[in-house]
């Protein structure tokens, strides 16, 4: 980086962290696709399974999206009986999500695939390599 200035640098890493995103993006995308889903709802799955029942409030500041948009993402899984809304017991204010059996037996299929697409691409680098990346992408994210 002797001659390349620090905004030509920061730049470069834009392009590049972009280009990466979108490649792993479209291929996750294509993964759940195939299972009837989109990212986002495959993404709701994955946080009640992990969370439990949580407000959709919660869910849409875990996933850096509006309100509505986890509603629209809600009501379209719900129609598929993945998930269902509960008010809450604390504050009838409240809605949270929860998922179903169904939703949950569909996610479990799914999981595994979606871990086996990632480490297709995680498999290009060494094991140094990645711990390098995932602490150098964890500090820029701080």
Known sequence: MAKQTKAQ???ELWETMNKAYEVLKRAHAQKVYAHKLTSPQFSVLEILTEKGSIPLKRISEQMHVTG???TCVIDNLEKENLVKRNPSKEDRRVINAEITPKGKQKFEKLFPEHVKTLQSFTN???ENELKQLLKLLNK???
């Open 140 to 142: 820029i994210a701080s």
């Open 124 to 126: 290009k680098l060494s």
């Open 9 to 11: 640098a920061a730049l």
């Open 68 to 70: 509505a948009n986890i």
